[in-house]
């Protein structure tokens, strides 16, 4: 969950740990011969908690209130509603068991929760409702398409509709019998990768939708059409596949404006518009997108010269983030996108603790000026949870070696935006040629936050314990190669706990170790031109989410301090490059608690909207 390069050894290490629900590393052969690749654990499937711990349980991010959650399904803004669907065991803390569980909000910050929308009981889904997509048809009516396991664990595509369209929490859903399953995989497609549905678009008289699969390791979106959303037919060419990319889970494909940062309906196509396409890799178990053109004559995807399409490729997040989904907002002409996060401290640590997983804050996306990535922000939203009196530095000079603590705020919950200066970029350091070929991540792992450089490595310590025995630095570096200077963008967990797993000393699993990764990704800035450079940093005592440059480059952590917790936790400023650094702006809001998936009361339903 890095950005650009090849599997290589330390990267395969990386993998086995980034999200345990779905890590290659069994095959599971059904009755009809169909292979799966899920990692699961039957004997914990079903074991219920019997107390939360709500130590490393985040304040304001989303998730239930216990047991195992993943990927996002397809969000949606429904008559004057937030939609949240997403996958859940409400038996247990590690991934089976799953339904479509189902939650409401206003403002994409509280949120209050219903009954599963969807849940295994039909003969086309009775071995497990996977992840899909909504799509808004005409007359306003929500469909849900999703993916469905039958008996011989053929995956097959599904669909769902509201019950009473007049209930705005829509609140029950139906699964009917004619036309399901909406798409049955014919022989040429592999009935075991044949998964994620996308949202539908209508262009050319025609409602388009789009399936991810793979055929060995060429990774492949089949595309499906229909005239009035009920027969649809495989195209004779997938919009889109590429070889040694393996799985495509999650496929997302959405059009962007190449002017200013409005959303598009899913369904616009024009000159003036480029279209994404993201896909979740299960193999490797991130994610990677390209930006291109749609040629709806040939019913093609062409990513644009330069927009690497591969695991090379540029990644939403450089972290712990995976099954995303975004959605055009009607309300308020934005384009969102959810992401989730899986625990990183082993599959007992879950079952004991009680839940696992949440989701990310939801996320505006819009086209860098440049043309040749996405830009990402926190909904504004999440602004009315910061406190009326934030906390602000502004013109400190930290010199190599110092440390700053921003006080008098929450650190271990906490929104922090920074913005930093130095006088010259002489002191860069050269970028090792060897680095060339290596992910980010291993380059900062290599040059941690404590290795000296020359501008850099500089930013915030964050979830930090007083004496700093434990940390999660997120840090920019700078190096110079040829005559352009390249940003290291680090959110480095390798200090973030004292807590030590060692598989041969412990007789522990790799399972059940915990998983610190260097995450990084480079920043596509140019410093020269102003020797300036912004972060903000969302602190949510076991995640960290952070945005460099405007969210030009985004990484997310999970981290599991065990010193800098609650009012334990500290939050600095620091520098360890000889070039001096200036602090030229800090403000530090502290976070309250939004409601979160308290059940929807009765009462609620005559609440006006």
């Known amino acids: 969950m890095m950005g650009g390069e090849n599997l290589r050894p330390s990267m395969a290490t990386t993998l086995l740990h980034v999200a345990a629900f779905c890590v290659v590393a069994a095959t599971i052969i059904g009755n009809s011969g169909v292979q799966g690749s899920h990692k699961v654990y039957r004997e914990l499937q079903s074991v219920p908690a019997d107390k939360v711990i709500e130590t490393h349980r985040t304040g304001y991010h989303f998730q239930p209130p216990k047991h195992w959650i993943n990927g996002t399904l397809r969000p949606m803004y429904f008559n004057g509603l937030y939609h949240l669907f997403y996958q859940y065991n409400p038996k247990g803390s590690v991934w089976g068991n799953i339904v479509w569980a189902h939650s409401v909000s206003k403002d994409l910050i509280n949120w209050e929760a219903l009954e599963p929308a969807i849940e295994a009981s039909k003969p086309f889904d009775i071995k497990g409702c996977w992840s899909g997509s909504a799509t808004i048809l005409p007359g306003n009516k929500p469909f849900i398409q999703y993916t469905g396991i039958d008996k011989d664990e053929r995956q097959l595509q599904d669909f769902a509709v509201p019950k009473n369209l007049s209930d ?69 060419e997938p919009l889109h596949s590429v070889q040694g990319t393996g799985m495509w889970e999650c496929p997302d494909f ?20 480029k279209h994404v396409f993201k896909v979740s890799l299960d193999l490797t178990r991130f994610e990677y997108y390209t930006i291109g053109v749609y040629d709806i004559e040939k019913e093609k995807y062409i ?57 990310l804050i939801p996320r505006k996306v819009w086209l860098d000026p440049n043309g ?10 999440l602004e009315t949870l910061r406190s009326a009196r934030p906390v602000t530095l502004s013109s400190k000079v930290l010199k190599q070696g110092q440390n700053i603590e921003v006080e ?32 980010a991540q291993d380059v900062c792992h290599e040059k941690g936050s404590t290795v000296p450089g020359g501008v850099g490595p500089f930013g915030l310590l964050t979830l930090a314990s007083e004496k700093l025995e434990e940390l999660t630095p997120v840090m920019f570096r700078v190096f110079k190669k040829g005559d352009k200077h390249l940003v290291l963008f680090c959110s480095d967990a390798t200090s973030s706990t004292l807590t030590k797993d060692d598989e041969k000393s412990s007789n522990l699993t790799r399972d059940d170790m915990m998983y610190k990764p260097s995450f990084a990704g480079y920043v596509d800035v140019d410093l020269s031109k102003t020797k300036k450079i912004a972060l903000r940093s969302l602190i949510d005592h076991s995640v960290v989410e952070s945005f460099a440059e405007g969210g030009k480059t985004v990484i997310s952590s999970r981290v599991y301090p065990t010193l ?26 502290d976070m309250a608690k939004p409601v979160m998936n308290v059940p929807l009361e009765k009462a609620s339903i005559n609440t006006e909207l």
């Not at 308020?332 to 990183?344: T, V, Y």
């Open 168 to 236: 705005p929490y829509l609140r029950e859903w139906v699964k009917p019998d004619q036309g399901n399953p909406f798409i049955d995989p014919d022989p040429s497609v592999n009935a075991s990768a044949f998964r994620d549905p996308t949202t539908a678009w209508f262009v050319n008289g025609e409602w388009h939708t789009v399936v991810g699969s793979k055929n060995d390791m060429l990774g492949i979106a089949y595309l499906y059409t229909s005239k009035d959303f009920k027969k649809w037919v495989k195209a004779k």
């Open 254 to 273: 959405y059009p962007v404006s190449q002017t200013g940062d409005r959303g598009l309906d899913t369904s616009a196509v024009d000159k003036s518009v």
């Open 303 to 359: 990513p644009d010269e330069g927009s690497v399409d591969s695991w090379a490729g540029i990644r939403y997040d450089y972290g712990n983030f995976y099954a995303s989904k975004s959605f055009f907002d009607y309300k308020k002409h934005r384009r969102i996108l959810w992401g989730w996060a899986n625990e990183s401290d082993g599959k007992t640590r879950d079952v004991n603790k009680g839940w696992a997983g949440i989701q």
């Open 372 to 381: 040749k990535q996405l830009l990402q922000w926190p909904v504004e939203e």
């Open 408 to 439: 008098g705020i929450t650190a271990a919950q906490a929104d922090v935006e920074v913005s930093f200066s130095f006088q010259s970029l002489d002191k860069a350091e050269p970028f090792d040629p060897k680095w060339a070929d290596l992910p």
């Open 564 to 589: 800098a917790v609650g009012p334990k936790a500290h939050l600095f400023l620091f520098n360890n490059g000889t070039e001096e650094v200036t602090v030229d702006k800090l403000t530090a809001w």
